[in-house]
């Protein structure tokens, strides 16, 4: 990682994590999607329960209709008719509240599977980037100018390891203390090429 981070600027590999920070939500949309869409098809099931315990129960209450219209023992031979009616509908509204529970795990599932990687993006990557746009936009207003530079400078010989500072001389922190513009300037750049603003010469 420590290579990578040498290697590669800083303005490159803030787009890189940018690109595979959209990658990363793309991929838990495509996951959520793909859940509901797979807990959608355990609704099947109680779509054709419903419909048969709904026909049955329409045969059966038409029959019993008939059945009823026979003189004297019409009623005694309806009962049977309309209990089994009865028990068809409420095969039906098995059905009915299977597709009612299937339908709510279908929203609650795949937002679990997004909510946990959203929440990451949320609350550890976002406030990263926005604490560098903050840093960069404050660098930017101020380079340009003497007291801004002198402000970078300072910033980098406190932040920035002993490795980097002894690259630019042994004596820099004197040097800085001394006001040379050099060591100022090679300060500053320093700082700037932290946030990724470093302009390189031509």
């Known amino acids: 990682m420590k290579f990578y981070a040498d290697r590669v600027p800083t ?5 890189i994590t940018d690109l595979l920070i959209v990658f990363w939500i793309y991929l838990w949309v495509r996951v959520a999607i793909w859940v509901h869409d797979t807990v959608e098809l355990l609704a099947v099931p ?8 709904n026909g049955i129960a329409d045969n059966l ?23 089994a009616a009865d ?23 795949p937002s679990m599977a997004v909510a946990v990687p959203l929440a990451l993006v949320l609350f550890l990557w976002l406030p ?22 002198d ?4 910033r980098a010989l406190a932040s920035r390891p002993l490795s980097e500072l002894t690259k630019l001389g042994p004596d ?31």
């Open 61 to 83: 209450a038409e029959a019993g209709g008939k059945v009823g219209r026979v003189p004297l023992v019409g009623d005694q031979l309806t009962k049977p008719f309309t209990g």
């Open 11 to 15: 303005a490159a590999r803030q787009l």
């Open 87 to 109: 028990a068809a509908r409420s095969i039906a509204d098995a059905g009915h509240q299977q597709q009612e529970l299937v339908d709510k795990l279908a929203l609650i599932l």
């Open 128 to 149: 990263l980037r926005l604490r560098w746009i903050r840093r960069a936009s404050a660098a930017i207003s101020v380079r340009d100018e003497p007291a801004g530079r």
């Open 46 to 53: 109680g779509v054709k329960l419903e419909s048969a315990g």
């Open 151 to 154: 402000l970078l400078a300072l």
């Open 172 to 202: 820099i922190a004197q040097s800085w203390r001394a006001g040379d513009a050099a060591a100022v300037d090679a300060l500053a750049e320093l700082e700037l090429k932290r946030l990724g603003l470093h302009r390189s010469k031509r």
